[in-house]
């Protein structure tokens, strides 16, 4: 089942996400709907806060690459324990539309996280995959990419932001 994807400004996008500590079928459906909400929406990630669920948990699926096939990647109480170097990245967010802009982020950084039955999972990550784990990761804290930017290019993307939301 698709679910509606909350947009900028929305205050729920702010919220500080909870652990989860229920690994059982109302998780399994969540995360299967979050997937189905990715696909169709072309994201490459989507937290469970973006679709009004504040807690720890994301899908990631970085394989856009017209015909590849798909890699479905699901982080529930993600915990980097490890950064370093740095990629910068255009981004944009599913919460949002029509804003991108670059990003720098660390290249390369491990995650601790539990798999949807609870089972601890850990991950080295570098590229595009490192990206999309660290813009998924932040909205678990209430924290969008625009706010990654330097205050001068925030307050231009702000304006853009509120120009995109009018139409
Ligand atoms: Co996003």
Redesign the pocket.
């Known amino acids: 089942m698709q679910l509606e994807i909350l947009k900028y400004p929305d205050p729920r996008l702010k919220e500080i996400s909870k652990p989860v500590e229920e690994f059982g079928p109302k998780l399994h459906k969540l995360l299967d709907d979050m997937a189905e909400t990715m696909y169709a929406a072309n994201g490459v990630?989507l937290?469970a806060p973006?679709v009004a669920e504040t807690i720890r948990a994301f899908v990631v699926d970085v394989e856009i690459e017209e015909g590849a096939p798909r890699k479905l990647m699901e982080l529930v109480n993600p915990r980097f324990t490890q950064g370093e170097g740095k990629i910068v990245y255009e981004e944009g967010?599913?919460?949002?539309p029509g804003v991108t802009e670059e990003v720098t982020r660390k290249g390369k950084v491990k995650v601790e996280y539990q798999d949807r039955f609870g089972v601890k999972q850990e991950l080295i990550a570098e590229g595009l995959l490192a990206v999309a784990l660290q813009?998924?990761n932040d909205?678990l804290d209430g924290i969008?990419?625009v706010e990654r930017l330097s205050p001068i290019r925030r307050r231009l993307t702000r304006k853009k932001m509120e120009k995109a939301m009018a139409l």
């Open positions: 990630g937290a973006q967010c599913l919460s949002v813009h998924e909205h969008l990419f």
